[in-house]
Nanobody, 127 residues
Framework: QVQLVESGGGLVQPGGSLRLSCAASGRTFSSYGMGWFRQAPGKEREIVAAVAWSGRSTYYAGSVKGRFTTSRDVAKNTVYLQMNSLKPEDTALYYC????????????????????WGQGTQVTVSS
């Protein structure tokens, strides 16, 4: 049974930082890309960042580029999202997800390209 468990969310002031973690089990995740998505109230889910199975390719949404960094620790089956210079508009429920295709030659950008999802961790940026 594949499981993804996110952690690290919370309440932070504007300009602050958080690091989200996503611990995976039930699959050899070294062969799969991983993505981070978020969904704010009343808005559609959007991709935030993603890392290819090799770890050599990453993607960042324009709204977070330069502020967020994703990385993966294959030995720990864990992917991270370091979020710096947080803004109120970053407030959302953040999800990690696993690419449905092993060894995808590019980073998956659509939610339909991911088949397992975590339960989400809430990030609230407010003073």
């Amino acid at each position: 049974q594949v499981q993804l468990v996110e952690s690290g969310g919370g309440l932070v002031q504007p300009g602050g930082s958080l690091r989200l973690s996503c611990a995976a089990s039930g699959r050899t995740f070294s062969s799969y890309g991983m993505g981070w998505f978020r969904q704010a109230p009343g808005k559609e889910r959007e991709i935030v960042a993603a890392v290819a199975w090799s770890g050599r390719s990453t993607y960042y949404a324009g709204s977070v580029k330069g502020r967020f960094t994703t990385s993966r620790d294959v030995a720990k089956n864990t992917v991270y999202l370091q979020m710096n210079s947080l803004k109120p508009e970053d407030t959302a429920l953040y999800y990690c997800a696993v690419d449905r295709s092993p060894f995808r030659p590019r980073v998956g950008l659509q939610s339909s390209e991911y088949d397992y999802w975590g339960q989400g961790t809430q990030v609230t940026v407010s003073s």
